[in-house]
């Protein structure tokens, strides 16, 4: 695995001055380099991990990001761990770090500033002890992107280019760096559960997770249709084209079995297809996973 901080250091810069355009370098940033880092990674359904060499052109930073599919799919938003080459190949950052794109498209001349503010709760929120990580990272580029991934860094560790970690060194900090991926992963506290035992906070909060991801809400709600299965409401039928396709998806899956830092998804048995009040009113029975139950109580008091 060494290779894909070797390889770049030493080629990137002679690379960039040849085509884009099927260069073996840039192929390696999309294709190879992603593959040998996904074979460390338990869960490959829930992370995907994506490079780039650049869009059209060769960028200054190469990348590899690791994408927790619950946070974000897509590098643009979010955070994540990744690994960031300087533009001048004198060393590489792993870096957990912010999606940009977004932030700079919402917060224009602001967004600087969101990303170090946002980078400091992030780093609030993890219990990193004495480590040799860095908060603040120097990409030696001057491009829009390369400056609002300095001040989005979260934590990073530096390899230099003169002493680049061995293949277990970089799978072990990659390790690491999910763990604190993880543990911010559970540190939402916007819902008001607090159970006694912090094995089930983690559990109920990535059961949120799941339930709120828009991606997975999309495939369950294309799969099962836009029909409560509770009380059958159709929000079409009431409110016309404004409720056309409009539903909630609710997570059924018991937290007790689920693992931390795992999932598997099933669209079509694991989700239940709720209007708005049935969606409320479930998660106010001791068990939230039974529908039947919700449904039985919907049809005893119908009228």
């Not at 880092?37 to 990348?63: Q, Y």
């Not at 099933?266 to 009113?281: G, R």
């Amino acid at each position: 695995m060494q290779n894909i901080l070797q390889e770049p250091i030493e080629d990137y810069l002679n690379e960039k001055s040849n085509n884009f355009g099927g260069n073996s370098l840039a192929d390696k940033f999309r294709n190879q380099f992603p593959q040998q880092i996904e074979k460390i990674i338990i869960d490959k359904i829930r992370f995907k991990v994506i490079g780039s060499p650049g869009k059209g052109n060769w960028t200054e930073c190469p990348w590899i990001a690791i994408l927790d599919t619950l946070i974000t799919e897509t590098p643009q938003k979010g955070y994540y761990p990744v690994l960031l080459f300087r533009s001048d190949m004198t060393g590489v950052y792993l870096s957990l770090n912010q999606g940009v794109t977004d932030v700079i498209e919402n917060y224009k001349r602001e967004a600087k500033s969101v990303l170090k503010l946002r980078a400091e709760d992030f780093r609030a929120k993890l219990d990193i002890g004495k480590t040799n990580l860095v908060e603040k990272i120097q990409l030696h580029s001057s491009t829009k992107n390369a400056k609002h991934y300095e001040a989005g860094n979260i934590i990073a560790k530096f390899y230099s280019s003169d002493n680049l970690p061995n293949n277990e060194e970089l799978r072990s900090d990659i390790l690491k760096f999910l763990n604190y991926y993880e543990n911010l992963t559970y540190s939402d506290t916007s819902f008001s559960e607090e159970p006694e035992y912090g094995f089930e906070k983690k559990q109920i909060r990535l059961h949120k997770r799941i339930e709120r991801n828009s991606n997975i809400s999309k495939k369950v709600k294309k799969i099962k249709g836009y029909q409560c299965e509770a009380c059958s409401m159709n929000f079409r039928d009431k409110y016309g084209e404004l409720g056309d396709k409009y539903i909630e998806a609710h997570h059924l899956i018991p937290i007790s079995t689920l693992g931390i830092g795992k999932f598997r998804v099933d669209y079509k048995n694991d989700f239940a297809i709720l209007c708005s009040n049935c969606h409320s009113m479930i998660h106010r029975l001791k068990d939230p996973s039974d529908l039947e139950q919700l449904k039985k109580i919907v049809l005893k008091n119908f009228t």
